[in-house]
């Protein structure tokens, strides 16, 4: 390398450390929430050898503890005066020390999720304990410290996603002071689109709603060009919370040659809820979710090129061109 060309690269390299240095801090400030594990910290701590949620809603949980004298375990998560208590199974190990394990599904206070087993769990920072016991009945009382950040990847998937069945979010965090939590999320309003039917005549869409309910308000599906005022509304069938209405492509053909998008929502009542896709863990959804285009035949006589398709945000769009126009009645031609 040239004398001429050593500064560039010296600054180079500094500002590549600044630049993983402010990542770094950023990936701990995601995964750190500002609670406080509260009192001293006590001699008893475990750290856990696995901790995360999969699928939106399947608590995993694993920790190691000396095998002598434990009998049984159980993790409990606190928030507040609330308590939910989670059994822990005991695997011994070649080394002569206990596993203690748990994968159960987590459910939302105010979600839908029927009873079953699993904790319920409302809105907040839950803390994490272990309370072991030995063959003499007695009780020990663990607190759970914090595993190492999660890597950040900029893979398929994302490291956590809502809960398919309620919308809520579990997501494992940790305090400032080094504890294991659990941040719960209630779910975000909006309309889930769950599937759509693209054939040759029509185009059906398949959705619920997912942190709101339609009681009494008026409930229409609307579909809006793009970067225009022009928007078509049609009527959903509902079948409680969930709902399926055709695209009224009839209406959203611009004349020959002319593209136009359009974005679909849901009024209910005074709220417009955009149709997307937001229950999953799936990164680029326009990548992963993609739909061929269509020529579509409509009763009216006319043919539409027409592409549904998922944005890069999760949103149902339909893309229209008229390749021939519905022919005109003999009262129009007169």
């Known amino acids: 390398m040239?004398?001429?060309?050593?500064?560039?690269?010296?600054?180079?390299?500094?500002r590549a450390r600044r630049a993983a240095v402010r990542m770094r801090r950023r990936v701990e400030q995601l995964h750190t929430v500002p609670a406080i594990g509260?009192?001293?910290?006590?001699?008893?701590?475990?750290?856990?050898?696995?901790?995360?949620?999969?699928?939106?809603?399947?608590?995993?949980?694993a920790v190691a503890v000396p095998g002598r004298g434990v009998t049984?375990?159980?993790l409990v998560l606190s928030h507040g005066t609330a308590r939910e208590r989670v059994p822990l199974e005991l695997e011994p190990q070649a080394d002569g020390t206990l596993l203690l394990t748990a994968t159960v599904p987590l459910r939302h206070r105010d979600g839908p999720e029927p009873a079953g087993r699993g904790p319920v769990l409302s809105t907040g920072i839950w803390r994490l304990a272990v309370l072991l016991t030995d063959s003499e009945g007695q009780t020990r009382h663990t607190k759970i410290t914090a595993a190492a950040a999660p890597e950040v990847s900029d893979g398929p998937t994302l490291p956590y996603s809502p809960s398919p069945t309620s919308g809520a979010v579990f997501r494992p965090v940790r305090s400032v002071d080094g504890y294991a939590l659990l941040k719960v999320r209630p779910p975000r309003p909006h309309a889930e689109l769950?599937?759509?039917d693209l054939r040759w005549d029509r185009i059906t869409v398949h959705g619920r709603l997912i942190g709101c309910t339609r009681g009494t308000a008026t409930a229409t599906a609307e579909a809006v060009v793009r970067r225009g005022n022009q928007a078509v509304v049609t009527e959903p069938e509902w079948d409680g919370d969930r709902f399926t209405f055709e695209v009224p492509l009839d209406r959203m053909g611009s004349g020959r040659g002319t593209a136009r998008t359009w974005d679909l929502f849901l009024r209910l009542g005074g709220s417009r809820l955009?149709?997307?896709r937001q229950l999953t863990d799936v990164r680029h959804p326009r990548q992963v979710y993609r739909t061929p285009f269509r020529i579509v035949a409509l009763d009216n006589g006319s043919l539409l090129r027409v592409h549904a398709h998922v944005t890069a945000a999760g949103a149902l769009a339909v893309n229209c061109a008229e390749v021939i126009a519905?022919?005109?009645?003999t009262e129009e031609v007169a």
Do not use: C, E, M
Not at 2 to 14: R, T
Not at 39 to 57: E, T
Not at 326 to 329: D, E, I, K, N, Y
């Open 2 to 14: 040239s004398d001429s060309l050593l500064p560039y690269a010296v600054g180079a390299a500094k």
């Open 38 to 61: 509260g009192g001293i910290r006590p001699r008893a701590q475990l750290r856990p050898v696995h901790f995360s949620v999969s699928s939106g809603r399947t608590l995993n949980f």
């Open 72 to 74: 049984s375990a159980v």
């Open 194 to 196: 769950t599937s759509f």
């Open 274 to 276: 955009k149709i997307a």
């Open 326 to 329: 519905a022919p005109r009645s």
